[in-house]
């Protein structure tokens, strides 16, 4: 059974970077690892996707090791405007490939 | 920018009733989802469609419908409201296999 999983909270202080860890085992071989951020009362919010290896944009990184079975989301210099739940998604390898999303970190930073 | 309405930001029902939630993308998206999010649980996948008159089971289907008559609209039915339904219900939208999905900005629903 595909399972998505992620450290329940994290804190932080502003200026540090941030590293979250998601575990997806029995992810599908051909699919995307995607990141999304949510602030209370908003949907979530599209971060960053890779496939392996490293992606950055202007936003953060995602590193995802060669077997694929989890990914780190690291955010740089977090600010207190950071804190949120952090989500990642992933499609498991079953046939019926659902989309999976992690229960979510919520990070708190602090000042 | 892309956008994801949803019909009502929050609805109070009673129970028993039919209940409608409707979402609109702007995007012309193929793929449309509908979650229902929980404290403790995250999101989880009710339904979702891949093209119009489309759908597929979600992780919790049960007690919902679907329907997706034109490809800018996805309606999610609670065909007799229960109190176990109040939960905050968000929808997304996105392009192709990609799974950077647009989120609308949910409706808490309440079952009284």
């Known amino acids: 059974l595909a399972k998505t999983t992620q450290p329940i909270s994290m804190d932080s202080y502003e200026g540090q970077e941030v590293n979250i860890t998601c575990s997806h085992n029995?992810?599908?071989?051909?699919?995307?690892i995607t990141w999304y951020q949510q602030f209370p009362s908003q949907g979530p919010r599209f971060i960053i996707q890779?496939?392996?290896t490293k992606v950055t944009n202007e936003v953060a990184s995602l590193f995802i090791p060669a077997d694929r079975k989890s990914s780190t989301l690291s955010l740089p210099r977090v600010s207190l405007s950071d804190t949120a739940v952090y989500y990642c998604?992933?499609?498991?390898?079953?046939?019926?490939?659902?989309?999976?999303f992690g229960q979510g970190t919520t990070l708190q930073v602090k000042p | 920018d892309v956008k994801v309405t949803q019909s009502s930001r929050y609805l109070v029902k009673r129970t028993g009733e039919k209940v409608f939630l409707e979402c609109v993308q702007d995007?012309?998206?193929?793929?449309m989802f509908w979650y229902r999010q929980d404290p403790g649980l995250g999101l989880r996948l009710i339904y979702f469609?891949?093209?119009?008159?489309?759908?597929e089971k979600g992780d919790i289907p049960e007690g919902y419908s679907v329907s997706r008559e034109k490809k800018e609209r996805f309606s999610l039915i609670l065909e007799s409201a229960s109190t176990n339904q109040t939960s905050m219900y968000l929808c997304?939208?996105?392009?192709?296999?990609?799974?950077?999905?647009?989120f609308g900005p949910g409706t808490r629903l309440t079952v009284t």
């Open positions: 995007m012309d998206h193929e793929n």
């Open positions: 469609s891949y093209d119009v008159k489309m759908k």
């Open positions: 029995n992810i599908a071989t051909n699919d995307y």
């Open positions: 997304a939208s996105a392009s192709g296999r990609t799974y950077e999905q647009y």
């Open positions: 890779g496939y392996k």
């Open positions: 998604l992933s499609r498991g390898s079953s046939n019926t490939g659902k989309l999976i």
